[in-house]
């Protein structure tokens, strides 16, 4: 990522609460409460530190709460002002760390997601050789006062409940128009794919394969793979993998709009070419073209001329980080940062909840020895550990799981007297309506999660969060795995939350236990 000029003009950006702040002024106001003041820094520090720095923290102000840039901030003056650097050197962070004691470890924990992004996003200012230290080392958290994961709720995979509440929020923010087909299917194939950047950017058309066996099909996925020793060309390696039928067809419906674009630069192309557009096209070099011929003479001798840029695919998924509204029970409500370290991380350990050997999990992960597969298998036992029903009112205003509107009888529906937006409990209760007008087939305790639920005050919501409980203690019984009763874990966050807004809202009106 280029680095932004910051002795001449402005540079203004956004922060996630939605204050706007110049890049080049020493001066940053994030919140109504919290001010980021350059000039603190130590006078001696060098340039290409500080440009980077601000570079790096704006991205931050853009994807997180104020009071996160505020910690991280914070902590890298500390590091500056106890260690007597001007930059952030890998000397410089170790001798931070040496001052620290075991009860204040957590503190550089509180930078290294910072750092590690800092560097996944090549901005200049900081020291490469950060990256493989910080990766491996392993700190002390802070205690918490509500029990929660002990995997980095910074850096490390992302929780069952925090993977659903990213996937929940991009659903949702896809069918109310927020988020882009592109960038919707960026999303899911980082969540379900967990790939590398470059290996997305390299998707074309033909990748994706359907068998048909007898009444059943199968989604093959040719995953391309990203450069190692002795790769020379463009798209050299491949790894099939089979994907289900939601992420075949939004593959398909993203490529189709991708060709759409291209034959409306050129005019229609002949079938064959048509496979071999990308899944995700540049559209500066798609305007560039001129025919059908200058496409084809054009990906003969650079094959990746219209396939979107590293550097593109990088700035999505901030934009997408921006946006995303989803928080974490793990931090106390914070923002959930994407990045695509975290969801590559999420897919080994996903892989290791579900107690796959290092072979498979290697595999999963493309990787062609086991060498490096452990480090995504860090905390699973912890990891796994499901929401239980004395945990989920502690966690569930935390996680935020519910994202509908509360009203107070049908009378406020957006569907108001439409018997068929009615939403029921097991004994046949109406607890809510449904305020979406296409259709859904899943109902009943699913549409806790959705943000178009609409769940009355008075609802008898207890009944299916009873029944959900009875279901999860059936399954353990069984022998079911965490990894499977974690499935349930946001669901069950969500109708805890709504258990309590009840409470409040009757509480509210005047009326106790009623």
């Known amino acids: 990522m280029a680095l932004v000029n910051y002795q001449k003009g402005t540079e203004v950006r956004t922060s996630k609460l939605g204050y ?9 106001r994030l919140d109504n409460s919290t001010v980021i003041h350059w000039h603190l820094l130590p006078n001696d520090c060098e340039a290409i530190f500080i440009h980077g720095f601000k570079e790096q923290l704006a991205d931050w102000a853009c994807e997180l709460s104020p009071s996160s840039c505020l910690i991280v901030f914070s902590t890298i003056l500390s590091l500056l002002r106890k260690t007597g650097s001007v930059s952030l050197t890998l000397s410089a962070v170790q001798n931070y760390l040496s001052m620290l004691d075991s009860s204040n470890e957590y503190k550089l924990g509180s930078i290294r997601a910072f750092l590690l992004n800092w560097l996944d996003k090549k901005i200049e200012g900081i020291d490469p050789k950060l990256g493989s230290w910080l990766e491996q080392l392993t700190l002390k958290g802070i205690n918490k006062g509500v029990p929660v994961a002990k995997g980095c709720p910074f850096t490390g995979a992302y929780s069952m409940q925090e993977q659903h509440a990213v996937l929940n929020w991009g659903v949702n923010a896809f069918m109310d128009n927020k988020l882009s ?42 995953i391309p793979q990203a450069k190692k020793h002795g790769q020379m060309n463009f798209r050299d390696d491949f790894v099939t993998v089979e994907i289900d039928e939601e992420l075949a067809l939004l593959f398909i419906n993203q490529a189709k709009a991708t060709l759409s674009l291209i034959e409306k630069q050129v005019g229609e192309l002949p079938e064959e070419l048509k496979e071999e557009m990308p899944l995700f096209a540049a559209p500066r070099k798609v305007d560039s073209l001129v025919s059908v011929d200058d496409l084809r003479n054009g990906l003969a001798k650079t094959p990746d001329r219209l396939h979107m840029s590293r550097n593109v695919a990088v700035k999505i998924l901030h934009s997408l980080s921006a946006k995303c509204d989803a928080k974490s029970e793990r931090l106390d ?28 999990i290697a595999k999963v992960l493309h990787h062609s020895d086991t060498q490096n597969a452990s480090v995504y298998t860090e905390n699973v036992k912890e990891l796994t550990e499901e929401v239980n029903e004395a945990l989920a009112p502690v966690l569930a205003p935390l996680a935020q799981a519910f994202s509908g509107q509360l009203i107070a009888s049908e009378a406020d529906a957006i569907r108001v007297n439409d018997p068929r937006s009615r939403i029921h409990n097991r004994n046949g209760n109406a607890v809510g309506n449904c305020g979406s007008f296409g259709f859904c087939a899943t109902g009943g305790r699913a549409c806790y999660t959705c943000a178009k639920f609409q769940p009355w005050v008075h609802g008898r919501h207890q009944a299916i969060l009873d029944d959900l409980l009875e279901e999860r203690e059936r399954l353990k019984s069984k022998g079911a795995s965490a990894y499977v009763l974690q499935s349930t874990d946001r669901t069950v966050l969500a109708i805890t939350q709504v258990i309590q807004l009840c409470e409040k809202a009757k509480m509210d009106e005047g009326v106790v236990n009623g």
């Open 20 to 28: 706007d702040f110049d890049v080049c002024d020493s001066k940053w």
């Open 181 to 222: 087909l592109r960038d919707y299917s960026w999303l899911l194939l980082n969540i379900y794919l967990g790939a590398r950047p470059a290996q997305f950017c390299q998707f074309r058309a033909r990748d994706l394969k359907i068998e048909n066996s007898g009444a059943e099909k199968k989604f093959m996925l040719d």
């Open 333 to 360: 409500g914070e923002y959930i940062h994407l990045t695509a370290r975290r969801f590559r991380y999420t897919l080994g350990t996903n892989a290791a909840r579900r107690g796959l050997s290092l072979f498979v």
